[in-house]
């Protein structure tokens, strides 16, 4: 445990210290030097963002990007933004979060069973990071899931999410995924990997969204009992 715990830490500490994608490290100093003026007195994280939650986790939940002044904010994944309002007090109430609110990384806030990342490391302009950047994150996500020892189930928060863990999934175990048109992205939809992981598609859960009823919290919670109950969790 604790040698895995480490090999995490030290993938986390190489993702912070990443420079692979100079428009977004741009984007994302330029973000954390003019800053959001509800924010104007916070320091901004202004790095990649690293995953954080239970090594040991079964349920990853995996999103496409850190926000501007969210998670490149707070530097931690999901934290202090619309989206993180959203999705933690669900991860609360289905009994993955110890609190159901998250505003920084010294809030307290601790994961049981779950894991989160994204595709792309840092906050990208209008949450649209390029092919190119998407293909220069990837390794780190190989990297992660090959960390991920026990992992059972991955919530896939849009469709991007969704396509990429695919895509990473058949390319660390060596198995073809075509034809693509039999795994559809839909809320809810759920399938088998041939390693046997099992994956969930869900809306993500951005102000867009969940501002226009297209995600509802009953419908994000009733994927995280699932989550819970194909991992095996009690």
Known sequence: MAGKARSLAVLNRRIVECDRCPRLRAHCAEMARVRRRAYADCEYWGKPVPSFGDEEAPVLVLGLAPGAHGSNRTGRMFT??????????????????????????????????????????????????????????????????????NLRVAVCLGRIAFDRFLMHAAAAGKFDLRPRAQFAFAHGAEYTLPNGLIVIASYHPSLQNTNTGKLTRPMFLDVFKRARTLANLR
């Not at 894991?115 to 994150?137: F, G, H, Q």
Request: negative net charge; proline residues 10%.
């Open 80 to 149: 202090g933004d619309g989206s993180g309002g959203f999705l933690f007090p669900v991860l609360y109430e289905a009994g993955f979060a110890s609190q159901p609110n998250a505003v920084s990384r010294e809030d307290g806030m601790e994961l049981h069973g779950l894991w989160i990342s994204a595709v792309v490391r840092c906050a990208p302009p209008a949450n649209k990071p390029t092919p190119e950047e998407l293909r220069n994150c990837a390794p780190w996500l190989d990297e992660e899931l090959h960390l991920l020892k």
